[in-house]
Every structure is written in C-alpha cells, then in structure tokens.
C-alpha cells in the first residue's frame, strides 16, 4: 500500500524559511520521480520541484534559486527547504512519487500515482 505523509508546515513572515519532509514506503529509491506540489485556494495544483532516481533535480521558476529538493534514501524521506519565502508561497503542499513519467512533464500532476495528504504553509507580508 502506498505511503506518503507530509510534515513541516506552518505560518512564517515574509522572507522567513521552513522545511518540509515527506516520509515514503520505500518511493525515495524506487521511484522514477519524487516531486513536490502546492496547491492555493481557487487555483489549480503546481509542480514546484522533482527529483528523480540519480538525484537530478527540476525547479518550477517561481521558487528557483530559493526552494531546495532533496531525499535520505536510509530514513526513505523525501525534502524541501523553503527560503526567502514570499505571501505567493502560500499553499496547501503535497509529496507525490510516480514510477513512469513523460520526458520534461514532471511539473504534471496527471503524471504523478501517489500522493500525501498535504501539509498547509502560510506566508504573512
């Protein structure tokens, strides 16, 4: 049974940082692409960032340069750091795995099978 639970979330100011991790079932080395998303009210779901099986990394440009992904094979948890974070950040993030996708479509949801609950950051100006 697949597994993904997100943790980490919070309320931070403007320019502040927080840490998000997803704990698997094994997905961090099994997995063709491990990838966070976000999700505000009223819009659709966002990739924000992917990392695949040798550790290759996409960003959605909106957060490059400031969100860093990354997984611990040994503790199976999958990473996010969030810096300099902006009132635009806020959202409901999600952990998703997927073991097939698309060439360059790791921003898509449809592309992902498994998914966490979600974990809510809020951003204050």
């Known amino acids: 049974q697949a597994h993904l639970e997100e943790s980490g979330g919070g309320s931070v100011q403007a320019g502040g940082s927080l840490g998000l991790s997803c704990a698997t079932s094994g997905y961090t080395y099994s997995s063709t692409c491990m990838g966070w998303f976000r999700q505000a009210p009223g819009k659709e779901r966002e990739g924000v960032a992917c990392?695949?099986?040798?550790?290759?990394?996409s960003y959605a440009d909106s957060v490059k340069g400031r969100f860093t992904i990354s997984k611990d094979e040994a503790r199976d948890t999958l990473y996010l750091q969030m810096n300099s974070l902006k009132p635009e950040d806020t959202a409901m993030y999600y952990c998703?795995?997927?073991?097939?996708?698309?060439?360059?479509?790791?921003?898509?949801?449809?592309?992902?099978?498994?998914w966490g609950h979600g974990t809510q950051v809020t951003v204050s100006s």
């Open positions: 990392i695949d099986r040798d550790g290759g990394t």
């Open positions: 998703a795995a997927t073991f097939s996708i698309r060439f360059g479509m790791w921003y898509e949801p449809k592309e992902y099978n498994y």
